[in-house]
């Protein structure tokens, strides 16, 4: 199964539907459930902060700039 996204942060937020609530709970601590936190109610989270998660879950995380005239 391969899915691509617009934005990092498109990503994040189907990690969190799909792969974080699925974890078991012994794995949702730290990190992980402050990044949820902070993601969920928009208290603010890196886009580092989220590459670096999702790398850590098998994602390939490319970032690619245009510009165009």
Same mark, same amino acid.
């Given at each position: &199964?391969?899915?691509? @996204?617009?934005?990092?942060?498109?990503? *994040?937020?189907? *990690?969190?539907?799909?792969?974080? /609530?699925?974890?078991?709970?012994?794995?949702? /601590? =730290?990190?992980?459930?402050?990044?949820?936190?902070?993601?969920?109610?928009?208290? =603010?989270?890196?886009? /580092?902060? &989220?590459? !670096?998660?999702?790398?850590? @879950? =098998? *994602?390939?995380?490319?970032?690619?700039? !245009?510009? /165009?005239?």
């Amino acid at each position: &199964m391969s899915e691509s @996204f617009n934005s990092i942060e498109d990503a *994040f937020a189907w *990690f969190l539907e799909n792969i974080y /609530k699925n974890l078991p709970a012994d794995e949702k /601590k =730290g990190e992980l459930v402050i990044a949820w936190r902070n993601f969920t109610h928009k208290q =603010g989270i890196s886009q /580092k902060k &989220m590459i !670096t998660i999702l790398k850590r @879950f =098998g *994602f390939d995380v490319n970032i690619s700039v !245009t510009y /165009k005239k």
